[in-house]
């Protein structure tokens, strides 16, 4: 693998790296306080509580996601890999970087990766919407 010359410093990708593994699992430490509390509830509200659990459950996953795409990042930084594209192994652009320090791939393999079906690949992991009925 080609190393990645990396513009910016390692220093910024690392600061930054580490403030989103804080702030993923702040989120999740969240998530599960907010359920716990609930306690009991009526017959008649178990619906809605299955339903926000499914919810929760929905974006912990994306969170734990989010989270191993940060550590995988981190580790990258520490073996000197970091920058480069784990499929063409050219430089990802800085302004990429800087954007989504946990990218793992140049923008033309991240799109070739999403148009070929492979919803793995998609490390932005950016939250969809759910609607309730």
Same mark, same amino acid.
């Given at each position: 693998?080609?190393?990645?010359?990396?513009?910016?410093?390692?220093?910024?990708?690392?600061?930054?790296?580490?403030?989103?593994?804080?702030?993923? #699992?702040?989120?999740?430490?969240?998530?599960?306080? #907010?359920?716990?509390?609930?306690? !009991?509830?009526?017959?008649?509200?178990?619906?809605?509580?299955?339903?926000?659990?499914?919810?929760?459950?929905?974006?912990?996953?994306?969170?734990?996601?989010?989270? !191993?795409?940060?550590?995988?990042?981190?580790?990258?930084?520490?073996?000197?890999?970091?920058?480069?594209?784990?499929?063409? $192994?050219?430089?990802?652009?800085?302004? !990429?970087?800087?954007?989504?320090?946990?990218? !793992?791939?140049?923008?033309?393999?991240?799109?070739?990766?999403?148009?070929?079906?492979?919803? $793995? $690949?998609?490390?932005?992991?950016?939250?969809?919407?759910?609607?309730?009925?």
């Amino acid at each position: 693998m080609k190393k990645a010359p990396v513009q910016d410093s390692n220093r910024f990708y690392r600061d930054a790296l580490i403030e989103k593994r804080e702030e993923v #699992t702040a989120a999740l430490g969240v998530k599960f306080d #907010t359920l716990a509390k609930m306690g !009991r509830l009526a017959e008649e509200d178990q619906a809605q509580l299955t339903h926000d659990e499914y919810v929760s459950l929905h974006f912990n996953s994306l969170d734990y996601g989010q989270l !191993r795409l940060v550590e995988e990042a981190l580790d990258r930084l520490e073996t000197g890999d970091f920058g480069a594209c784990l499929s063409c $192994e050219e430089p990802i652009p800085a302004k !990429r970087l800087r954007a989504l320090p946990w990218a !793992r791939y140049c923008i033309p393999c991240q799109e070739s990766s999403l148009l070929d079906g492979d919803p $793995e $690949e998609n490390e932005a992991r950016q939250r969809q919407p759910v609607f309730v009925k």
